[in-house]
């Protein structure tokens, strides 16, 4: 029986619907861009499996640090011990990261970094004795999927469910284009309101499951300065743009004012295992300190600073802070944008976007465009008699490559969306 079949006994898969959906594609083997499934047939992962995936499938240098790990220590509790690969990533990322932050916390993907930056901020202003609940996020945002998470997301179909359940939220609208002054003045409209304001959260730059959207950088960096001339703490969730995605190591690099608390994850691992992590600066940190021992942060997972995750961690940054990594990370931006320039007036395109290494095509619809826009089945299933997997936000189609992703593939990815387009216009 094969691997499929058998998934289909026992499994129940994330973000699907079990009745309709169809037989899971069976993986046996990756390789770079490349997987391959237990019919033999190659697929180009033009997503990066979700986008965690940056240097390819099966790279050899990850492999084998991990590898050589497992057979040092494979697992220590984080609490009153430490080991050697936490403090040096730790280290290294600290080298990397904005200079105002100081300290990492290890949790272990990106839902939870975001719950201990909510956490850390909401216990900052409760360590000072000063009342401070509200929180603002952006609409259309997606924070992960856990209930803190889920409340600082934009609500819609992922959390209906929830509402009840999910904490008060103060949503306003992102910079995008064209939006900028709606977005700044919505900002100043809470602030002038005088409820005290504890904590800002945002995707900076790049709105990912809200459909790739690309705000503009000036504007964001301008309500940044406004939060923290205003005593607001700001939250940047890099889980998906950092680690080169947007052309720079994080998209908060593009911007002149440093938040105070990030969240990153995806990326950091290479896509060999989950781990996440969150910074702060140094005024977040010393507001825990104190011989009051309430005052601490309450926050831990079992598998914290698990070793075989920050080896595949420290092995993925040896790989990305090379001069070629960021030389291919540059020639995939460039192409992105000469495909932009040939798609852009096309009868089918309705917007494109690009920063970086991604490229998000808006297909024009009857419908609204949204999730589950009815284009979404059809386009995946397009691009998978093709050999290339993309997963499609409803009419979005978007690609997000591995850096090891060579010219010819992309070109390949291309002519096929361009075919897509030829047939969405008939």
């Known amino acids: 029986m094969s691997i499929a079949s058998r998934d289909q006994r026992v499994i129940w898969h994330p973000y699907t619907q079990m009745r309709t959906a169809a037989k899971p594609i069976g993986i046996v083997r990756g390789d770079g861009l490349y997987l391959f499934d237990e019919d033999g047939k190659r697929y180009l992962d033009m997503i990066s499996s979700w986008w965690v995936n940056i240097h390819g499938h099966a790279h050899p240098h990850i492999a084998q640090q991990v590898a050589e790990q497992l057979q040092t220590l494979e697992h220590v509790i984080f609490a009153g011990f430490t080991h050697q690969g936490a403090v040096s990533l730790g280290e290294r990322l600290l080298a990397i990261l904005p200079a105002n932050q100081k300290r990492i916390f290890y949790t272990d993907n990106g839902s939870t970094a975001v719950e201990v930056a909510l956490k850390m901020a909401l216990q900052y202003w409760h360590n000072k004795d000063e009342e401070r609940h509200k929180i603002l996020a952006f609409n259309h945002g997606y924070h992960g999927d856990t209930f803190g998470a889920m409340a600082v997301s934009g609500r819609g179909v992922f959390t209906s469910p929830f509402f009840p359940f999910l904490f008060h939220v103060d949503f306003i609208e992102p910079p995008l284009p064209g939006k900028e002054e709606e977005s700044l003045s919505q900002l100043y409209d809470h602030i002038e309101r005088g409820d005290p304001i504890a904590a800002f959260i945002f995707e900076p730059l790049v709105q990912g499951t809200g459909g790739m959207l690309m705000q503009n950088a000036k504007a964001l960096d301008k309500m940044i300065d406004i939060a923290q001339k205003n005593n607001i703490i700001t939250i940047a969730d890099e889980v998906m743009t950092g680690f080169g995605r947007t052309g720079k190591m994080f998209a908060t690099d593009y911007l002149e004012h440093k938040t ?134 409803g009419n979005i189609i978007y690609l997000i490559p591995p850096y090891c992703t060579e010219k010819e593939d992309l070109q390949y990815t291309y002519a096929a969306i361009v075919e897509l387009l030829e047939e969405m216009k008939q």
């Open 260 to 393: 105070d608390i990030m969240c990153l994850s995806k990326g950091l691992t290479g896509g060999t295992m989950p781990l996440g992590v969150t910074s702060c600066s140094e005024d977040i940190y010393s507001a825990f300190l104190s011989d009051d021992r309430t005052k601490a942060l309450f926050h831990g997972h079992s598998y914290t600073a698990n070793p075989l995750a920050c080896a595949a961690a420290l092995a993925s940054l040896d790989i990305l802070q090379t001069e070629e990594c960021f030389y291919r990370i540059l020639e995939i931006s460039k192409m992105h944008e000469a495909f932009l320039e040939e798609i852009v007036g096309h009868v089918s395109v309705q917007a494109v976007r690009v920063l970086g290494t991604i490229l998000a095509i808006e297909i024009k619809t009857s419908d609204k465009s949204s999730y589950f826009n009815n284009m979404r089945d059809f386009i995946y299933n397009f691009f998978i008699d093709r050999g290339i997997i993309l997963r499609p936000l």
